[in-house]
């Protein structure tokens, strides 16, 4: 048995050597492999080992140098198993290695991912090298032969030359909730033991504070000159916390046995007057304790013992309710919710912790390791309870209000456009994310798209000659903006083909152009020769995929979309609401009274029900008849039916829970939005005040309907729970 297991290990040992041989060879043998391309002169070297875990954190902003970065974000990689991706930082080199040699199909693909003028390609075995024209390597002393060393676990590896000529390497890893861990072999700095600082500070710190940075001892020695050489430094033991209650910074600190910094502070005050004794509160003033604490320089300090813990605060009513707080025992040791809120997805040891709205990070050295954990993208944000009811005032001129949910804040935004092309994005409370300006007027209503099928969305917009894709941190997304030499005529219209997202739209000359998820044009056909309107739509016929299109003459085209044939020309339409449903476009029109509709496909019409026609969407049509809102779905079924006292309506809307169905309705004469439940007269709290149209939205994860208006030169949005 010991013989069978000793020639079992030394058989294990044989092929490993000799397979890490044949891998070092192998990468030795290819002329065109990273050691023998990347050198000094490239100052440093990312490398992507899954490319798909960097869709939520932007690890190319370390090479952002590089030519190469925005169309390797926008690359189709379907099918590409095991892809690793070398970018240089300083020169337009780029490196893509396959665990198999690359197909002619494959290179082509990727060939068409790269239109700049001046790419050059080479193709050996399992790695293309992408270039442009660069300064060489001088010589062979020069390579790098360290990749074979980074971590294949990692998400990515980054190389980086430091100023004493020594390449340093940080592994990354994608955790659980949006976090990344970040692992430097080479810290610059090594300090003290990490802290378990959630454990130290919880059963002081108040519930309601809203920003929190701890840091241990030695950390902030190195990184606080004030607090190294300062009073503060005689008594903290393993560390001290700043955070923000109710607007203002306080800041908490331990200390060591018979260091109580209340008698340190009382014996070095430098005259008598600077101290006051208050109750449970002491007060002094002259000492500066962090750079930063107090704001004032050495201005008036106020401090309270609870436990073993000194909170020290610069207003006497700040340091009363924080003493308060902790009596009636509202902390975060007693909220388990918050606590998990703030410290949630962070390691519990660190040397440094900071925590705000809009991030998460950690520092922990361990054996000469730096771990740093961080949420990325920075706009994710802490949970906050959602306000009922809210108003922001608007700078711009509104056009367009477009509710989206909100992956990274947890709740419900909201993407607002101006009559000038500005843009915003306002928060589920009311604030001010980010605002941009798209150069051109945005044209019709901005679309909420999920590219990658993900449940995090984008927005979706066009002007007279761009189609924008915008992520929920207001960054373009792939190779948007797309920008065509035609006017843009139609609305957008996005499909899935052999498993990818795609986008069509018309133009003036009769065009109908086709694009990837990456913003990247596949194919333009003609469609007839006026321009087009309404919105094309993508059809599966025969197998075949087809584009259904109308144009201003009333004429309707059948056009081909992947096969070079002429657009089939069907007959003349007066319809003005298309809807795609089941597979084929179907029309509404009126007539003499009464509401008919009509597929492409149909010879004849067919009448639906007398009334006129009020509005559509992809779910419903919505007729008025006399004094009462008729709703159908696309299936010709009756949903909905509601008697309303008024004649002028701007806004109709169906929003649909489990159990029942409401309809909204604004009055346009009196400027009202009422909320009817199925056979009811309003709601309760109904109707809300308004101005020319409602947008509401309905989160089916709480029931809770959002409806947002236009008042005062105001955004108003009113929270109702259904």
């Known amino acids: 048995m010991k013989r069978l297991l000793l020639f079992i290990i030394v058989a294990g040992a044989i092929a490993w050597t000799t397979y890490s041989g044949y891998e070092l060879f192998f990468y030795k043998g290819n002329p065109i492999a990273p050691e023998r391309i990347f050198c000094e002169k490239d100052g440093s070297v990312l490398l992507v080992n899954r490319i798909q875990e960097t869709k939520s954190v932007d690890y190319f902003s370390a090479v952002k140098k590089n030519p190469f970065v925005e169309p390797v974000k926008s690359m189709e990689i379907q099918g590409l198993t095991g892809l690793r991706i070398y ?9 893509l290695e396959k665990e198999t040699n690359w197909k002619e199909n494959e290179f082509k693909q990727i060939e068409s991912s790269f239109k700049e003028q001046g790419t050059s390609f080479q193709k050996k075995g399992n790695i293309i090298l992408i270039s442009k024209v660069h300064e060489a390597c001088n010589s062979e002393n020069e390579k790098l032969d360290f990749f074979i060393e980074g971590d294949k676990k990692a998400s990515a590896n980054f190389w980086n030359l430091n100023k004493h000529g020594f390449w340093e390497r940080t592994d990354v890893y994608a955790l659980d909730k949006g976090f990344f861990e970040y692992r430097s072999s080479t810290p610059n700095n090594t300090y003290g033991k990490p802290v378990n600082d959630l454990t130290e500070f919880v059963s002081v710190l108040p519930e309601s504070i809203s920003n929190y940075t701890f840091m241990e001892r030695f950390y902030a020695q190195d990184k606080d000159s004030v607090f190294a050489q300062g009073e503060m430094s005689h008594w903290v033991d393993l ?7 109710q607007d ?11 260091q109580n910094p209340g008698l340190i502070l009382l014996e070095k005050s430098p005259v008598e007057d600077s101290v006051l004794l208050m109750d449970d509160i002491r007060s002094f003033s002259g000492f500066q304790l962090t750079t930063d604490f107090p704001k004032r320089r050495k201005g008036r300090i106020f401090i309270v013992e609870l436990e073993d813990k000194v909170v020290f605060t610069e207003k006497e009513s700040i340091a009363r309710q924080v003493l308060v707080d902790y009596q009636l025992g509202r902390t975060l040791a007693l909220n388990p919710n918050k606590k998990e809120q703030f410290f ?4 519990s040891q660190v040397n440094m912790r900071s925590i705000s709205k809009s991030q998460k990070t950690s520092l922990t050295w361990k054996k000469n390791l730096l771990f740093e954990v961080s949420t990325k993208p920075p706009g994710e944000r802490i949970t906050e309870e959602e306000k009922t009811t809210w108003s922001k005032g608007l700078a711009l001129d509104l056009k367009t209000v477009t509710p989206i949910p909100d992956h990274l804040r ?3 935004s909201v993407f607002l456009s101006g009559d000038d092309g500005s843009y915003e994005l306002i928060g589920p409370n009311g604030n001010l994310i980010w605002k941009g300006n798209s150069d051109q007027k945005i044209i019709g209503e901005p679309t909420v798209i999920d590219i990658f099928e993900n449940d995090k969305h984008q927005v979706l917009y066009r002007t007279e000659k761009n189609v924008n ?11 948007f903006p797309y920008k065509s030499e035609e006017r843009i005529t139609t609305g957008i219209s996005e499909f899935v083909w052999n498993g990818t997202k795609r986008f069509l739209f018309g133009n003036e000359k009769g065009e109908v152009t086709m694009l990837n998820s990456s913003g990247q044009e596949l194919t333009i056909i003609q469609a007839g020769r006026h321009p087009l309107r309404g919105i094309p739509y993508a059809l599966n016929v025969n197998g075949n995929l087809r584009v259904w299109v109308v144009n201003e003459e009333n004429e309707q085209y059948l056009g081909y979309l992947e096969n070079p044939a002429k657009a089939e020309i069907l007959e003349k339409t007066t319809a003005n609401h298309f809807i795609k449903t089941n597979g084929t476009v179907k029309a509404y029109f009126e007539q003499e009274g009464n509401v008919y509709f009509k597929a492409v496909n149909d010879s004849e019409a067919t009448l639906l029900s007398r009334g006129s026609i009020l509005s559509s969407d992809d779910n419903h049509i919505f007729l008025k008849q006399e004094n009462k809102v008729v709703v159908f779905d696309h299936g010709n079924n009756l949903v909905f039916t509601q008697e309303v006292p008024f004649n002028e309506i701007s806004t109709v809307d169906l929003v649909s829970t489990e159990k029942n169905q409401f309809l909204v309705v604004m009055d346009y004469l009196q400027n009202k939005i009422h909320l009817y439940g199925s056979g009811q007269n309003d709601l309760p709290d109904f109707p809300k005040e308004g101005r020319d149209k409602a947008y509401t939205y309905l989160n089916k994860d709480n029931n809770v309907l959002y409806i947002y208006t236009y008042l005062s030169k105001s955004l108003i949005c009113f929270k109702t729970e259904l």
């Open 87 to 95: 970018l240089s930082g300083e020169r337009p080199i780029l490196i």
């Open 239 to 245: 560390g001290y916390v700043t955070a923000t209650y």
């Open 248 to 258: 203002e910074i306080i800041l908490i600190s331990d200390y060591r046995s018979q």
């Open 344 to 347: 949630g997805g962070l390691p």
């Open 410 to 412: 947890a709740g419900v």
């Open 469 to 479: 894709l915008l992520d929920l941190n207001g960054n373009t997304v792939g190779g």
